[in-house]
């Protein structure tokens, strides 16, 4: 036997429109430039509901669910530039993904199939846990309202990194921003 086929399998098939969706959310937090290798990748861990993709600069870190029919459980990182790329160009059918082994990445939909290299699963870095029992729930226009009036007042220079960010209050009867650049 190949030594390949006894490594560890993924298999799983997704809409191209849940794909999409899932890519367009963590896409943000790609880095464009970086000398990790493994931040270029879109983590995916297959889930009970279907499928988790994740993304991080480092910085910033996204997670989001969608549905996905899982055959074979697994995790893998793909390159984001290249996944986005070809889930842009795919027909409406069906997506076919499957790993061999942590690096070895098959993408057929259609007549389509694509082979990529990912890289493995835990030279992903982790994200720290979120417990949302302990959360605040605001409507998403107050909230890019609050961002709005004072993002524009965050400082440009280098040299006072303290003033390149929003200080965010959060009180049990109200949330506050300030921003200033000196």
């Known amino acids: 036997a190949h030594p390949e086929s006894t490594r560890k399998l993924m298999r799983f098939t997704i809409s191209r429109e849940k794909l999409q969706e899932g890519l367009a959310a963590v896409a943000a937090s790609i880095?464009?430039?970086?000398?990790?290798?493994?931040?270029?990748?879109?983590l995916l861990e297959t889930?009970?509901?279907?499928?988790?993709?994740s993304g991080t600069?480092?910085?910033?870190?996204?997670?989001?669910e969608v549905s996905a029919d899982v055959e074979v459980a697994g995790a893998v990182t793909i390159p984001a530039k290249k996944l986005t790329e070809i889930a842009r160009e795919l027909p409406p059918a069906p997506v076919k993904i499957g790993a061999v082994g942590e690096q070895r990445v098959t993408l057929e939909c259609g007549r389509s199939r694509f082979k990529l290299l990912g890289?493995?699963?835990?030279?992903?870095?982790t994200f720290p846990a979120v417990r949302f029992n302990?959360?605040?729930r605001i409507r998403s226009g107050d909230l890019q309202q609050l961002i709005s009036h004072t993002s524009f007042a965050v400082s440009a220079?280098?040299?006072r990194p303290i003033l390149n960010g929003v200080?965010?209050?959060?009180?049990?009867?109200?949330?506050?921003m300030v921003a200033t650049n000196g």
């Not at 880095?31 to 879109?42: E, F, G, Q």
């Not at 890289?119 to 870095?125: H, N, S, T």
């Open 134 to 136: 302990e959360s605040w």
């Open 31 to 42: 880095p464009a430039k970086t000398t990790l290798p493994v931040l270029a990748n879109i």
């Open 57 to 64: 600069d480092l910085d910033i870190a996204v997670s989001t």
């Open 157 to 159: 220079e280098e040299s």
């Open 47 to 53: 889930t009970e509901k279907g499928i988790k993709l």
């Open 119 to 125: 890289l493995p699963r835990d030279e992903f870095p």
């Open 167 to 176: 200080l965010w209050e959060l009180r049990p009867e109200k949330m506050r």
